[in-house]
Structure formats: structure tokens, C-alpha cells
């Protein structure tokens, strides 16, 4: 059951943000009028840009700062799209990364899981879910957390589960393994209009 704030932060930035806002119960819930039957006003440029840093922001579970800093150290960076290096950036998260596996419901209850430290990344156990991770990265299910109540029946679960193409998860072994570079597939993210905004 979606919750009354998070339904109402999914109303006005769009049903990406949480998983439990893509259904066909909040699209019916979401296209209802405003009182009275007005129609919402068309947002600014600078509004339409403050929507899409908080669709992020909403999104990854992150704070306005760590989000700055994510811009911040994108537009440092040579040879790649600033864009494109801004979602990198943000999808090497670790409890994004554990999300993308198909370990979790949503970023919130993998970030969850990092901080109470079920995870050994390269052999080492981290509980910080903002841990960057790159490719050749091998993330494990700490040995003393594998009989825990959320990785039972793990392959059963992950079946259906399609993860994007730059990671793999082995639910027989319980190990992953970061492929490549993360690829941008998130359309209702407009990265250049989160740029625009901090560049003002």
C-alpha cells in the first residue's frame, strides 16, 4: 500500500519515482481532477528543472548535498558526457546496485539491507550504501546473513527478475558481479534539465 506522502510526491513528480506508484490503481488515482475541476498550470523552465533534480533525489533515496556533490563531480569529468556520467555516478551506489540485482522491493529497503551489513564487497563488508562500485566489482551476501528471512528463496523470487544487462546476480552462489558501465534506460529522467539547474 502506497503511503499518503509517497503518493502524493508520485502525483507531482511522475509514478518513476517509486516502484509501488507504476500500477494501474495509482494511474486512475493520479489523472483525478483538481478541486473544483481546475487544471494544473504548466511549470517554468525553472520549475520543470526543480522537478526533475527531485525526481532523482526522490528516486535514489539521496540528500540535496549528495546530489550537488554528484553533479559537482560529474561536470569534473573528462572525456564522457556530463550527463552520462552524473547517472553512472548514481547508479554505482551500492544499495543501488544490490536494487538493480533484484535483492530488494526498492532502493529504500536496499539501503536497508547495506547499513545492517548483509553485504561483502571484494571480500570486505560494507555498510555504506553510497559505496561506489566499478566494473569487475564482485558483491557477495555476507556468509552469516544467507539464512536470513529477506535471501530465502532467492532464486524462486528472481526467476521473472530481468536485471539490466551490466550486472548479474548468481542466487545459487549468491555472488554478483558489476559487468560494465551502468547503461541509461531511466527515460522519465532528464539528466541535462538536472545540469541546468545546478549550473544556474
Excluded at 124 to 148: A, C, F, M, N
Excluded at 163 to 191: A, Q, T
Amino acid at each position: 500500500m502506497l503511503s499518503k506522502p509517497k503518493f502524493k510526491i508520485c502525483r507531482r513528480l511522475g509514478p518513476g519515482v517509486y516502484d509501488k506508484c507504476q500500477t494501474s490503481k495509482f494511474a486512475s488515482a493520479a489523472t483525478k481532477s483538481l478541486p473544483g475541476g481546475r487544471r494544473p498550470k504548466a511549470p517554468t523552465e525553472y520549475g520543470t528543472q526543480l522537478m526533475e533534480k527531485q525526481k532523482i533525489r526522490f528516486s535514489y533515496g539521496i540528500s540535496e548535498r549528495q546530489l550537488s556533490n554528484y553533479v559537482k563531480k560529474a561536470t569534473q569529468n573528462k572525456g564522457v558526457s556530463t550527463a552520462e556520467k552524473l547517472y553512472e555516478n548514481l547508479e554505482s551506489r551500492l544499495d543501488n546496485i544490490i536494487y538493480r540485482m533484484g535483492l530488494g522491493a526498492s532502493r529504500r529497503a536496499t539501503r536497508q539491507m547495506v547499513s545492517h551489513g548483509h553485504f561483502v564487497v571484494n571480500n570486505h563488508r560494507v555498510t555504506i550504501p553510497s559505496y561506489e562500485l566499478k566494473s569487475g566489482d564482485i558483491v557477495k551476501i555476507r556468509e552469516g546473513s544467507k539464512t536470513k528471512k529477506i535471501f530465502q528463496n532467492l532464486a524462486d523470487r528472481l526467476k521473472d527478475y530481468n536485471s539490466p544487462s551490466w550486472v548479474v546476480f548468481d542466487p545459487n552462489s549468491m555472488e554478483g558481479r558489476i559487468l560494465d558501465k551502468p547503461k541509461n534506460v531511466e527515460i522519465f529522467l532528464d539528466l541535462n534539465a538536472v545540469l541546468e539547474f545546478y549550473s544556474r
